[in-house]
């Protein structure tokens, strides 16, 4: 089996509601930013460095939560062989509200929490959400 290894950003902005930053991929998915490891890269590194790639969101608009990192892992299949993909998620903050998506992408929009459970593709970025939002609450 293959491994692969990425990092992203889970992206939100507050006025009066606290809102999250998703990707619609091409596949049909709605996401986060995130991409692969590059080689002499840490984790950080790469998430920010797409994030910038994939919105247009530059290392100074955004900032990092300390304390908040969540590592998801799945299986799927690639052409002819498995691939076992293991995503660290960043949670940044960003006022930013325009986003320059890549080619990469079709769409983008920010949600409110309950709206981005709904929209979310996968379980396992609901979990990453869910994981943010209880951080947030917690460190109001």
């Not at 590059?38 to 608009?61: F, N, P, Y």
């Amino acid at each position: 089996m293959k491994e692969e290894r990425s990092a992203g950003v889970l992206v939100f902005r507050e006025d009066d509601v606290r809102e999250y930053l998703l990707l619609h991929y091409p596949a049909g998915h709605w996401d986060y930013p995130k991409g692969h490891i590059e080689s002499g890269e840490v984790t950080k590194e790469t998430a920010l460095r797409e994030l910038e790639e994939e919105t247009g969101i530059q290392l100074e608009d955004v900032t990092l939560i300390e304390g908040f990192d969540k590592t998801i892992d799945y299986t799927y299949r690639a052409r002819r062989y498995m691939v076992h993909k293991e995503v660290i998620y960043y949670l940044g903050k960003t006022d930013k509200k325009s986003i320059d998506i890549s080619n990469e992408h079709q769409d983008f929009i920010w949600l409110p929490y309950e709206e981005s459970m709904k929209k979310l593709t996968f379980e396992n970025a609901r979990k990453v959400l869910n994981r943010a939002e209880i951080f947030l609450e917690k460190h109001k």
